[in-house]
């Protein structure tokens, strides 16, 4: 079993940084392999609205985006993780998570999630929630943990003076990872994913 952190901060080094660092700390410890990815800080085109990835299942852009989207399907969970800005998560992940998602969404359902966000002072609830309903579209289980999945600080010295913070980091990981084998262990004696139906309609019918 194999976790994916993404890390959407501009800063490869910074608070949020930080924290998947000590998520991925605690799942390792639980028998998880991880691997972390940070997105850059190059310019990302937001989704052309193009219509191939319908046809391929891939994003038509090769970049970061297209890349998470594919290798998907490598990994049995997912960490995403930034900081907040104006109450919000950072619109580089947001692109990411949009045509990734968008374009390869069959690689992401029913494996387990969580969102991770780094602020100095506040706006970390608003930010889980825009993160956790691209789980929810996905029908990925979202993982919890004893807190907000946030933690404190302008500089990485100051996560490591959030003792909460990183004892919330922690419980992420260990929850993950009872998730991650208690699915394990259902498929093994039979027992798979549901089918789920789709219908789609406008609001004006």
């Not at 494996?111 to 691209?134: C, E, F, H, T, W």
């Not at 996905?138 to 004893?146: D, F, K, L, Q």
């Amino acid at each position: 079993m194999k976790v994916l952190l993404v890390n959407g901060s501009s800063r490869p080094d910074g608070c949020t940084a930080a924290a998947l660092a000590r998520v991925a700390e605690t799942l390792e410890g639980e028998g998880i392999a991880t691997e972390t990815l940070w997105i850059g800080n190059q310019p990302l085109s937001d989704c052309l609205a193009c219509g191939r990835c319908r046809q391929t299942g891939e994003c038509v852009l090769n970049d970061i985006a297209a890349e998470i989207g594919r290798r998907a399907a490598e990994f049995d969970g997912f960490v995403f993780g930034s900081p907040v800005y104006y109450a919000h998560p950072s619109a580089r992940l947001l692109t990411v998570m949009d045509r990734a998602f968008y374009s390869c969404g069959r690689n992401f359902q029913f494996k387990p999630a969580a969102a991770v966000l780094s602020a100095r002072r506040a706006g970390q609830v608003a930010s889980m929630d825009v993160i956790n309903k691209y789980f929810t579209i996905r029908s990925m289980p979202v993982v919890s943990s004893t807190y907000w999945n946030h933690v404190y600080g302008s500089q990485p010295q100051d996560v490591a003076r959030d003792e909460e913070g990183l004892m919330t980091m922690t419980n992420i990981g260990k929850n993950m990872a009872w998730l991650l084998k208690c699915i394990h262990l259902g498929r093994e004696n039979g027992l798979e994913p549901p089918a789920n139906g789709q219908a789609r309609t406008d609001f004006i019918r």
